[in-house]
C-alpha cells in the first residue's frame, strides 16, 4: 500500500501540462509503433501492395469501359473488380484479425490512462478547426496524436504507398 501512494506521488507530475501533453504522445507513438510493427511481420505487404496496385488497374479499366460505352469491356472490367474485391475482402479480414488481437490490451491501457489522468485537459488546441475542440482532453489528445503519428509510422514500415498514375494504365495482362 506504501509503495503504491510513493509510485502514485512521483508520478503526479505527469497529469499536467506540457509532461502530460508529452506522455500522451510519447503512449500513442510508442503503441502505433507496436501495433504497425506487428502488422508489418504479419502482412505480406508485396502481396498487398500488388492487390492495392490491381484494385487501382480494375477501378481505371471500369472507368474506361464506362466512358467507350462498350458494354463487353464493361462486363470484363466489372467480372476483373469483383475478382479484386474478392482479394481485398480477404486481406482486410487478415488485417481485423490483427486489430482484434490488440483490442483487449488497448482496453486495459485506456483503463489506466482514464484513471490516471482522469478527464483534465491537457492540451490546447491552436486555432478553430471543425470537430477538434480548443480544449483537449486526454482522450481527445490520445485520438489526435494517434492518427498522426500512424500515417507517419505507416509509411515508414512501408505499410502504405502510393500508387503511380502509370502503374495504373499500364496493360500488361
Known amino acids: 500500500m506504501m509503495l503504491h501512494a510513493l509510485v502514485a506521488l512521483e508520478l503526479d507530475f505527469l497529469k499536467t501540462p506540457p509532461f502530460a501533453t508529452y506522455s500522451i504522445l510519447v503512449i500513442a507513438i510508442g503503441l502505433g509503433l507496436i501495433t504497425s510493427f506487428v502488422n508489418a511481420r504479419m502482412t505480406d505487404l508485396s502481396a498487398y501492395r500488388k492487390m492495392m496496385l490491381d484494385s487501382a488497374k480494375a477501378q481505371h479499366q471500369m472507368m474506361e469501359a464506362a466512358k467507350s460505352g462498350n458494354q463487353r469491356a464493361i462486363d470484363k472490367a466489372q467480372k ?68 498522426a503519428s500512424s500515417v507517419i509510422i505507416s509509411r515508414l514500415l512501408g505499410l502504405t504507398f502510393e500508387i503511380d498514375p502509370e502503374e495504373r494504365t499500364n496493360k500488361d495482362e
Open 80 to 147: 476483373k473488380q469483383q475478382e479484386v474485391m474478392g482479394q481485398q475482402s480477404k486481406m482486410s479480414m487478415d488485417r481485423m484479425k490483427i486489430s482484434l488481437f490488440f483490442m483487449i490490451p488497448f482496453l486495459l491501457i485506456w483503463q489506466l490512462l482514464g484513471s490516471f489522468f482522469g478527464n483534465i485537459i491537457i492540451a490546447y488546441f491552436p486555432f478553430e478547426f471543425p470537430l477538434i475542440p480548443k480544449e483537449l482532453s486526454v482522450a481527445n489528445w490520445y485520438l489526435l496524436c494517434s492518427f
